[in-house]
């Protein structure tokens, strides 16, 4: 911390530097910038970052396959369940296993639900620290309402570890039809809102129009990919390049921009939340029924009883579970997992009311044992809410990973910042650090 | 263009250079001597094979082997929708490679990320310094032979820790 | 909820209704920094707009200058990296203040037991409230600024000729 950096040494000695720290309202916590002005004007600038490196490949090379799921969470922790999304389907591609429809269809619609919370976050901070407060409040309570049924489904606000390796954790809300339905249209009505308020708004436009202009031969060069890029009039979706889960069979558009500066990469996600909430609408749609009866397993066997019951004989009738397990009983398992009983939790029943139940639990969970897939290395990518959001794993065959590395797309974004502000004015680094979107969990990993 | 074209020219083009082809889960990986790494990228970012983005760049500790290092490049094509992942091995003593700062500019951070987790060295990078930990920080991190909870505090604690 | 006094009052009766006035006039108007780094900051926006807003505690201004601000709010976990800058802020700060330590990375390093990342902030500030929790809820939040409230009610309030430390 002591050393000049490089911008103190190559800067002019008349020009004036300086630094918006690290800890500073609009750089979103975690970033320094250093600046050299003539006047208002930045002729130069530096780039720190690192302020909130956790560790997160050397942990994850200690931990289980299945352990380190939470960490993945909190990665790009304003669409946790996209970076869940990225491990779980790389590490399918290794093992090679098939999930059931019905799962990859409730992956879809959760995977959607947090893209259009990652444009709601990142537009409401964007649009703040410009000064339209009013649009950050209506963004912000729209993300509220995605979020309580988020809740609702897999028992956690944001960090939810829900899609697991083989499906997902539980079933949907058996009234999940009518809430979406609610949300959707609350959704509508503030993208409604705020395109009236920020469309044509003369402030926006003088401030947000041919600022930090990127052409696609630069964002290309500079690995760009997500909303960035689109913006640059470079079409490039991982969801229509690779199509990975139902998205094949599903009708949405590839929204572009035209110049390629801030004003453009405002449009581009506005737009993607429009294609978002018509995809949810057609996958519920189109959603098999799942395995099983529809309204919540109140009824059943104590499990006492049924406990004492199978030390003596086997039991095949329901059970009453506890309702954090809700959604998660045997008979829902295969809509929702695969079949595949090397790779999941076993379903809770057969693991107090039989033995062979009690040795999958306990094969699965031991350290030594549980997934351990074979030799070699993997990469797979899906379309996060910044773009291509990567996994590359190593295995050795024991059960946990020799190498995890995480290809983020807002690393290769902000490493071409310094040259986007360049021959701008300081009051012009916030909106476009704000149109970047940098969330500080994917970039210093 | 499809990927098997690409590799069918690679193995004409570059017959003594390319030392192994191989496919791991579906992706296509070549194994390339140290030295022809600029030669081949170049080649395979003009038309018509348009390897147009550098996707990511990493490296593996192998420790216990030799050579222990082992650098990973992985490519795309936009307009042929291709990927290709590119490794080399380096030996513990002579940690050194060519930089492709000149050919993409996100080379530049990505190798400055592989410098202070693994300590690589790249020729001909302009600002080879480190990007995540601070100055003062002694060691590479992501190396198997630093220990997981190693800490090396800037500023003195108000107490230790009770382990 | 009422909390016992905290302190004994050396002077009788009417310095001790006087702490009291003070700290009921300190306690509904908090001008807060909040540094927040990483996912709690999520909660911590939740927290701040219409449907569980704190602006009803007396708690919104939010000020963006150490040397202005009576609360430090740290929200997400602080690195290695980090720490020299979170001492720097705490210095500037002016008495009265006082710290919150929202999220478990803030109290014991959380989940990330490693070599980046500092196991919990009271190793470099004193701290007043923990806030458990990845993340704590809105309600959670809402709820430590409530007991905060009561420690700043009836603690022994700091003269200019005595000061906390």
């Known amino acids: 911390m002591k050393m000049p950096t490089r911008l103190q040494n190559e800067a002019n000695k008349e020009n004036l530097l300086i630094n918006m720290g690290p800890s500073h309202p609009a750089m979103h916590g975690t970033i320094r910038i250093m600046l050299e002005l003539d006047g208002e004007k930045i002729l130069n600038s530096e780039v720190e970052v690192g302020y909130l490196h956790r560790g997160f490949e050397k942990t994850c090379e200690h931990k289980t396959f299945f352990n380190l799921l939470p960490y993945t969470d909190r990665l790009n922790y304003v669409s946790p369940l996209i970076n869940n999304l990225g491990y779980v389907m790389t590490m399918e591609k290794m093992l090679g296993i098939e999930i059931p429809e019905r799962s990859q269809y409730i992956r879809v619609i959760l995977c959607e639900m947090s893209r259009v919370s990652d444009h709601l976050t990142a537009l409401a901070a964007m649009t703040m620290e410009c000064g339209a407060f009013t649009a950050f409040l209506y963004y912000i309570q729209a993300r509220e309402e995605l979020w309580t049924i988020i809740e609702e489904t897999t028992g956690a606000r944001m960090t939810t570890s829900y899609i697991r390796i083989g499906g997902v954790r539980a079933d949907l809300h058996p009234d999940i039809k009518t809430r979406l339905a609610k949300a959707t249209k609350i959704n509508r009505r503030v993208l409604k809102d705020n395109h009236g308020l920020l469309d044509k708004n003369r402030i926006w436009i003088d401030r947000t129009r041919d600022v930090a202009v990127v052409s696609p031969k630069m964002a290309v060069d500079y690995g760009f990919s997500g909303p960035c890029l689109r913006a640059s009039k470079v079409n490039y979706d991982v969801r229509k390049a690779q199509p990975y889960l139902v998205y094949d069979q599903l009708d949405f558009e590839v929204p572009l921009g035209d110049n390629g500066d801030n004003y453009d990469r405002y449009l581009v996600r506005m737009k993607e939340m429009e294609q978002s909430l018509r995809i949810i609408e057609q996958c519920l749609n189109k959603i098999p029924k799942s395995s099983g009866p529809d309204e919540l397993m109140l009824k059943g066997l104590e499990p006492e009883d049924v406990i004492k019951t199978s030390r003596s004989k086997r039991v095949e009738d329901t059970v009453k579970l506890s309702p954090n397990l809700e959604g998660s009983e045997k008979v829902k398992y295969p809509g929702i997992l695969t079949k595949d009983k090397k790779y999941i939790v076993p379903p809770k029943e057969d693991t107090y009311t039989s033995i062979e139940g009690l040795i999958n639990h306990f094969k699965f969970f031991m350290k030594g044992n549980g997934i351990r897939p074979p030799k070699g290395d993997v990469y797979f990518s899906v379309e996060g809410g910044s773009g291509e959001v990567g996994f590359y794993i190593v295995s050795d065959g024991t059960d946990k990973p020799y190498r995890l590395h995480l290809r983020g797309p807002c690393f290769h974004i902000v490493s071409a910042l310094e040259e986007m502000i360049k021959g701008h004015y300081v009051a012009d680094v916030i909106p476009t650090f704000g149109s970047v979107n940098m969330i500080g969990g994917e970039l210093d990993r | ?163 | 909820m009422e909390l016992d006094m905290v302190g004994s009052p050396d002077g009788g009766f009417f310095t001790s209704k006087l702490d009291r006035a003070v700290g009921w006039a300190r306690k509904y108007s908090i001008f807060q920094y909040p540094f927040v780094t990483a996912c709690c900051g999520m909660e911590y926006m939740s927290a701040a707009c219409a449907h569980w807003d704190f602006d009803r505690f007396g708690v919104g201004m939010t000020t963006f200058s150490p040397r202005q601000s009576d609360m430090l709010f740290v929200v997400g976990t602080i690195t290695q990296k980090e720490a020299p800058v979170l001492r720097t802020v705490y210095e500037q700060m002016c008495e009265p203040k006082w710290v919150i330590a929202c999220g478990a990375c803030t109290i014991s390093g959380g989940i990330y037991d490693n070599y980046a990342v500092v196991q919990g902030i009271d190793k470099i500030i004193p701290v007043d409230v923990f806030i458990p929790g990845c993340p704590p809820r809105p309600d959670t939040i809402l709820d430590a600024i409530e007991k905060l409230q009561d420690k700043i009610q009836y603690q022994q309030q700091d003269w200019r000729w005595k000061s906390k430390k």
């Not at chain 2, 192998?62 to 590119?86: D, T």
């Open chain 2, 1 to 163: 263009m499809e990927i098997k074209k690409v590799i069918e020219e690679l193995k004409v083009k570059f017959k003594d250079d390319i030392t192994e082809f191989s496919k791991q889960f579906g992706d296509d990986v070549i194994r390339v001597k140290r030295e022809s790494l600029l030669d081949i990228v170049r080649f395979l970012k003009k038309t018509p094979h348009n390897f147009a983005m550098l996707l990511d760049l990493t490296c593996v500790d192998y420790m216990g082997e030799e050579p222990r290092f082992e650098m990973v490049y992985h490519l795309y094509s936009i307009s042929n929708k291709n990927r290709l992942r590119i490794k080399i091995r380096l030996a513990e003593d002579d940690l050194k490679i060519d930089s492709l700062t000149p050919l993409w500019g996100n080379a530049n951070w990505l190798e400055r990320e592989v410098f202070d987790m693994f300590g690589v060295h790249f020729i001909d990078h302009p600002d080879l310094r480190r990007l995540f930990m601070y100055d003062g920080f002694e060691g590479y991190p992501l190396r198997k032979d630093y220990p997981l909870r190693k800490r090396q505090p800037i500023i003195p604690m108000r107490y230790e820790d009770a382990d």
